[in-house]
């Protein structure tokens, strides 16, 4: 069993107040077991880079964007070449989404473990960046996740104080048995269906759904270093939090990756900087003054955000439809009602949700 030191740091969620001036800093947990809250100094223009080659083939991506000086969300990179280099000289070309403009997929690859991969960018206007080379880790470790569903406060925007519904992605895990191998990493990815409103028309036409693929969980991550732990399994881990909302009403998944990183990239996410009110992802604000692995070859003194991994990984997936919830759901529906003036802007064009498409998941 996991000693009671590492269980009372689990549960508590590091939240430290936004100083006047911007100063960007890293708070260090000395627990293994860290959830992670990143925020970040505003510098416009710079190039943030964020992904992984990955064991699984679905699992290859590269997002590049520029950051914005306000608190908008950086400015997606489009028309970048983005190429994966092995040890070997091989490369692979990373595919733009067509979906998702500066979103870059490597598909149907499946990384070797041992093998070493440092990632390329060329920018449209020439730029090239580079990756440092990373080893494959060995293993992965296996997981099994299950949830919850409880009722906890929740504070808005506004700071207004509610008691909400959330479902708690719990995981049980086998962490791998070599030491290279022990750093691990857990993200959460939720996709869910989105139906218009079906408008009566007289040529009795259904508008067709969306799929919306998002972070679960985006303000933060979990992380181990398996060396650290005296058990070769984590029990009832939690390790993302999802509010319920209109996104429950139809089929809902969420599929959790259990990814074996390297010691360089754990020690990154590691030193990600924990500040309050942190809104967005990982990737909407890049970590502040945080070395990533990422360098401009012509200028390494260029400040670039973002970290670049090699990825073992193994996943676990799960459904929830709204029969599955102990009380009814009772937010606003797209489904159309005589009584109803206004909808919602979702249920008159779903592709208005952000990271919405028509394109509908294989295991969907």
Wanted: proline share 7%.
């Amino acid at each position: 069993m996991m000693n009671q030191r590492h269980r009372i740091y689990l549960q508590l969620a590091h939240q430290i107040r936004r100083i006047a001036k911007p100063v960007a800093y890293a708070i260090l947990l000395s627990s293994c077991l860290s959830p992670i809250e990143v925020d970040t100094i505003k510098r416009g223009g710079v190039l943030t880079v964020e992904g992984q080659v990955s064991t699984m083939a679905d699992q290859n991506y590269v997002r590049l964007a520029r950051t914005a000086e306000t608190e908008r969300l950086p400015i997606p990179l489009p028309g970048a070449i983005v190429t994966l280099f092995d040890e070997l000289g091989n490369s692979f070309i990373y595919q733009e989404d067509v979906y998702k403009p500066g979103s870059y997929l490597l598909a149907g690859f499946e990384g070797i473990p041992g093998k070493t991969y440092h990632l390329q960018v060329i920018t449209p206007t020439g730029e090239t960046y580079e990756s440092a080379p990373e080893t494959m880790p060995s293993e992965s470790g296996q997981l099994v996740t299950s949830y919850a569903i409880v009722k906890e406060d929740y504070t808005d925007g506004e700071g207004l104080i509610s008691n909400e519904a959330f479902v708690k992605i719990i995981c049980n895990a086998t962490l791998p048995s070599s030491k290279e191998s022990a750093y691990l990493r857990w993200s959460i990815q939720e996709d869910f269906l989105l139906s218009p409103t079906d408008f009566p028309d007289p040529f009795g036409s259904i508008p067709p759904p969306c799929f919306i693929s998002q972070d679960a969980d985006p303000q933060s991550i979990v992380l181990i270093n398996g060396n650290n732990v005296d058990t070769p399994t984590i029990v009832n881990l939690i390790i993302g939090s999802r509010i319920v909302d209109y996104s429950f009403h139809e089929k809902h998944y969420f599929t959790t990756y259990q990814s074996s990183i390297t010691k360089e990239a754990h020690e990154y996410w590691r030193q990600v900087d924990i500040l309050a009110n942190q809104t967005g992802s990982i990737f909407d604000t890049p970590p502040a003054e945080i070395q990533g692995n990422v360098v401009n070859v012509k200028n390494t003194q260029e400040k670039v955000y973002g970290y670049f991994q090699v990825a073992n990984q193994t996943q676990d997936r799960f459904y929830l439809l709204p029969d599955d919830f102990p009380f009814p759901l009772l937010m606003k529906t797209c489904t159309y009602d005589l009584s109803i003036v206004e909808y919602p802007s979702r249920c008159l064009d779903c592709l208005s949700v952000r990271n919405s498409s028509y394109n509908r998941p294989e295991w969907f």
